[in-house]
């Protein structure tokens, strides 16, 4: 089986300031990784997704997520947010071995980037 | 460009109707699928298509129905047996329906549908 948990709905940070949105996840192998973001009334847009090699996952916009296997965690983070960047972040997984083929997404996490 | 195209963008039903929403993708995938979003709740999965005329059931396919008759299309009918069907519905894709597809789902822009 194979499940993602996005512990915070909500995330607050001040512009120019680091950002970090948590997930963690659940597989019985190597996971598939992937981050998207999702701005109001527009569909999800991919940001990045971790497979195997780099632990470090650069992606669109200056975001990148660091994967920890020994953590079961897979955070996205960017190091100077901006205002722009206030939207929900999906994390998702995939089990390639003992899970499906389709993704599972977290719930979401709302990002507010104050100016 | 290639991409998802979802329409309409907006939908209003009254109690009693079934509604279709489109689904059509010019990138070449194989795999398809629906979503329904609502507020607080994340992604929920309604159906999806690994090849062309076949598909199955996701976590919450009562109330809805769909076809895959092309590799292109793949429409959701709302129908009135679902009960509380007001929600945003998201048409995604990908590369391949299988295990070994290690890319990422390729999303429309949504569909909202209000019932009245």
């Known amino acids: 089986a194979q499940s993602v948990a996005q512990p915070e709905d909500q995330v607050n940070v001040a512009e120019g300031n680091p950002l970090t949105v948590k997930c963690t996840y659940s597989?019985?192998?190597?996971?598939?990784l992937f981050w998207y973001v999702q701005y109001p009334n527009r569909g999800l847009q991919f940001l990045l997704k971790y497979i195997t090699g780099d632990n470090l996952v650069k992606g669109s916009y200056g975001f990148e997520a660091e994967f920890n296997k020994s953590q079961t965690s897979f955070h996205l983070k960017k190091p100077s947010a901006l205002v722009s960047d206030s939207a929900l972040y999906f994390c998702a997984v995939r089990d390639p071995v003992g899970g499906s083929y389709i993704p599972t997404f977290g719930r979401g996490t709302s990002l507010i980037v104050h100016p | 460009d290639g991409g998802i195209t979802q329409s309409p963008k907006y939908l209003f039903r009254k109690e009693g109707q079934n509604v279709t929403l489109s689904c059509e993708q010019n990138l070449n995938h194989d795999a398809m699928y629906w979503y329904r979003q609502d507020p607080g709740q994340g992604l929920r999965l309604i159906y999806y298509s690994q090849i062309v005329n076949d598909f199955q059931k996701g976590d919450i396919a009562e109330g809805y129905s769909v076809s895959r008759e092309k590799k292109e299309s793949f429409p959701l009918t709302v129908t009135s047996a679902q009960k509380n069907p007001t929600a945003f519905y998201l048409c995604?894709?990908?590369?391949?329906?299988?295990?070994?597809?290690?890319?990422?789902?390729?999303f429309g822009e949504g569909s909202r549908l209000t019932v009245l």
């Open positions: 995604a894709s990908s590369v391949s329906g299988t295990g070994g597809n290690t890319g990422e789902l390729f």
């Open positions: 597989v019985s192998g190597n996971p598939y």
